[in-house]
């Protein structure tokens, strides 16, 4: 009887073991994936998460370079959660049924219009893409209004962003749309074609981990291409404020979002992650520590003044997202074979 006794509590002991995992440790580590870890918010997000009992590891890469990464795990998936990319990439992550649907506690607190109504991705920061300048070196002289008006004319003035990132991609969607032509190659006129050779091929493109505000600061490269939250970060640990373009038909406005991936074998420690990480609180520290508008009303509220200055500045333009996820791909490829070679 002892004997059995014995066994019974060493078995229990074993299984206890087992289901606390670690010396009885709940196992409360995530894999993120994302293309908005940058200035500091990856560092940011654990160290936060962390004290919230969650431990995760943040993977960081360009959104494009993300997207396709992600397409090519398919069949052999690391990652537990997304963060960031816009909804032309989480249309991609549709299509190859790499998404979990799931609804967030704070899902009917946010306008759905800016996510996915099939509860696949979520909103969480709203990012008008601009193309800011010194205002110092354009006081005398008249800055381009438009991405169109780039060009020769500004030949190696101005940066953007690699067009593996979801920036780059969004703001040469944000060019070809307008030239819309059933016609055309890839949809596009010759006319479009044109245009984006000449805003390519005299645009410098911003290496890995360059500090390419201090080209702008000494008026070397006046002109960058930014997303909101990095113009008003860079705004203020900068302490110099700078002009932004100002097209007609407004800017491309990306959503970040977020998503479960549908092989997670951690879906309700997920779901628990983005209950919090969405959550108005949370997103309302991320707009006071990184510039970030929030998609949350509540976080908005309660986001410094710059941030509303600038969103009250700028208007959205009018994107056909769906026809952009179509052809984005095949764009991207065109110009980086033909204009960049």
């Given amino acids: 009887m002892k004997k059995l006794l014995v066994i019974a509590l060493a078995f229990g002991l074993f299984l206890g073991g087992c289901a606390g995992g670690n010396g009885g440790t709940e196992d409360r580590s995530l894999i993120i994936y994302t293309n908005s870890a940058s200035d500091g918010r990856g560092d940011w997000l654990t160290d936060l998460a962390e004290e919230a009992g969650f431990e995760i590891k943040v993977v960081h890469m360009g959104g494009g370079e993300l997207t396709n990464r992600l397409i ?12 960031g990319l816009n909804a032309v990439e989480y249309e991609r992550l549709k299509k190859q049924d790499l998404l ?26 709203v990012q008008p893409l601009m193309m800011a300048y010194n205002l110092e070196v354009f006081a005398n002289e008249e800055p381009p209004k438009d991405w169109t008006e780039l060009g020769s004319k500004f030949a190696g003035r101005y940066q953007i962003h690699p067009l ?19 016609n055309g190659e890839l949809g596009i006129s010759q006319e479009g074609w044109d245009v984006v050779k000449e805003y390519v091929q005299n645009a410098y493109f911003i290496q890995t981990n360059e500090d390419y505000w201090s080209r702008v600061i000494d008026g070397t490269r006046p002109m960058t291409m930014i997303w909101g939250s990095g113009l008003i970060l860079n705004q203020n640990n900068l302490g110099q404020k700078f002009g932004i373009m100002q097209p007609e038909v407004g800017v491309p406005f990306v959503v970040e979002q977020l ?3 549908k092989n997670s074998k951690k879906n309700a420690l997920a779901i628990e992650f983005i209950n919090w990480m969405g959550s108005a609180e949370i997103q309302a520290k991320f707009a006071q520590e990184f510039g970030t508008t929030p998609a949350h009303p509540d976080a908005l509220a309660e986001a410094p003044q710059d941030i ?9 333009q009018d994107i056909d997202w769906k026809f952009v996820a179509e052809n984005i791909d095949s764009w991207v490829e065109k110009v980086e074979l033909e204009f960049r070679n």
């Fill in 72 to 83: 090519a795990e398919k069949n052999t998936q690391i990652a537990d959660l997304v963060w």
């Fill in 100 to 125: 979990q649907k799931y609804e967030p506690t704070w899902a009917k607190e946010v306008d759905m219009v800016l996510g996915d109504p099939e509860g696949y991705y979520y909103p969480i920061v």
């Fill in 164 to 182: 593996t990132g979801g920036t780059s991609r969004s703001v040469l969607a944000s060019i070809l749309v307008r030239y819309k032509d059933p």
């Fill in 259 to 261: 998503a479960i991936f």
């Fill in 308 to 316: 509303k200055d600038l969103m009250a500045s700028v208007s959205p």
